[in-house]
Each structure stands twice: as structure tokens, then as C-alpha cells.
């Protein structure tokens, strides 16, 4: 069976903190996997990952993918308040029920 | 601007009704997905369709139906066959495979 697991499922730390969500995989014809940040409502886009080994880096948040022991990581350093929201970790499998598999979440809130 | 948009924010349902959710998007985009979301259970697909006129069910169609008459329009009816409606439900669309999938603000169904 197809799964995506991300850890851990809550996290609290204060700004400036730095962070690592993780998110580990298990589902057949791997194509991508993606990282959202869902603040309020809709989930938003940050990153796509098809590739092992190669950073993706936007400000202070970075992901890297493993397709060997099939994880991937997202870090935010130098957290702040508006970092506090819901990331969501998704799998493209190119399965005929859809697309994307998504993980629970990992709720992230960042204390000033 | 470009983006998509759903309707409305709020539902309430009675018990025993046919409700339907609205999904526009002025993207271009060829796929649409509907998605439901419930506390600690991520997001599950209901539906997906990649191309007008035709669609499948994702993991938990039962008691949901769709239809893709316009590339711009992807409705979602809960009927009264959905034991437990109550939920964030979660549309999106992409271009196609292996891409990256845009949400919109998404409607939160309750019954009463």
C-alpha cells in the first residue's frame, strides 16, 4: 500500500529556532515529491523534489530528497511567527487513482 | 488574476440533503481534484479529473459525485449517501501530471 508518513505530527519552538520536518515514503513509480504550507486554508506550493541529493532553497527554507532511503527533509532556519502553519508533504506516484498522495501534516507553531 | 476559486466558504446541510460545491479555475489547467481534509488525517482525494468530460474516483468517492462538462469547472456533490459529510473540502488543479497542484481557500461543510 501506497503511504506517506511525516514526523513529527506537532512541533512548537521559539522564532529564531531552527527546524527539520520529515517526510519518509513508500509508494510504487515514484515521479515527485512536493512540500505545501497550509496556513489557514489553502494549501500553497514550495517546493517540487524529483531528483536525490539536490537542495531546493528558497529564503530560509531548504529541502533535499533521498531516493535511496526514500525521505525527504524540509528545514526553516531563523523561524518566525508567520513560519506557525500546517506543511503538508505529497507524493506524485502517477497512479491511476490521482496523482498525489498526501501525508498528515507536521503543525508547525513558532512562539515569539 | 489568475487563480481558483471555491464556493462558498461556509455550507451548512441537514441531514438527508444533496449539497453542491463549486470549483472555478482560470488557469488552463487540463487537471482538477477534489480533496476532503479532516483533523489529523491530511488529505484524501475524492475525485479527479484530467481532462474534460471524463473523470475517477479517488480513494473515498462513496456517496460524492462530480462532473467536467467545462475545462474551467469541476462541481462536487455531496449527497445524502455520505455518512459523514462534515469536513474541509479541497479543490485543486494542475496541469497535468508531475506537476505541482494549485489549491483554492477551500469550503467547510457542516451537517446539522
Known amino acids: 500500500e501506497d503511504k506517506v508518513v511525516q514526523s513529527p505530527l506537532s512541533l512548537v519552538v521559539h522564532e529564531g529556532d531552527t527546524v527539520t520536518l520529515n517526510c519518509s515514503y513508500e509508494?510504487?513509480?515514484?515521479?515527485?515529491l512536493l512540500w505545501y504550507k497550509q496556513e489557514k486554508k489553502a494549501p500553497t506550493f514550495l517546493f517540487m523534489l524529483?531528483?536525490?541529493?539536490i537542495e531546493k532553497k528558497s529564503g530560509r527554507l531548504s529541502s533535499i530528497l533521498d531516493k535511496k532511503e526514500l525521505f525527504s527533509i524540509l528545514n526553516i532556519t531563523a523561524t518566525q511567527t508567520g513560519d506557525s502553519a500546517v506543511y503538508l508533504c505529497a507524493v506524485d506516484y502517477g497512479g491511476s487513482q490521482g496523482n498525489l498522495i498526501f501525508g498528515k501534516g507536521t503543525k508547525l507553531s513558532v512562539k515569539p | 488574476d489568475g487563480g481558483i476559486t471555491q464556493s462558498p466558504k461556509y455550507l451548512f446541510r441537514k441531514e438527508g440533503q444533496n449539497v453542491t460545491l463549486s470549483c472555478e479555475q482560470n488557469?488552463?489547467?487540463?487537471?482538477m481534484y477534489w480533496y476532503r481534509q479532516d483533523p489529523g488525517q491530511g488529505l484524501r482525494l475524492i475525485y479527479y479529473?484530467?481532462?474534460?468530460?471524463?473523470?475517477q474516483k479517488g480513494d473515498i468517492a462513496e456517496g460524492y459525485s462530480v462532473s467536467r462538462e467545462k475545462k474551467e469547472s469541476f462541481p462536487l456533490t455531496v449527497t445524502s449517501a455520505q455518512k459523514n459529510p462534515t469536513a474541509f473540502y479541497l479543490c485543486?488543479?494542475?496541469?497535468?501530471?508531475?506537476?505541482?497542484?494549485?489549491f483554492g481557500q477551500g469550503t467547510r461543510l457542516t451537517v446539522v
Open positions: 488557469l488552463n489547467h487540463d487537471a
Open positions: 485543486a488543479s494542475s496541469i497535468g501530471p508531475a506537476t505541482e497542484a494549485f
Open positions: 479529473s484530467q481532462i474534460v468530460n471524463d473523470f
Open positions: 509508494v510504487t513509480n515514484f515521479r515527485s
Open positions: 524529483t531528483s536525490s541529493g
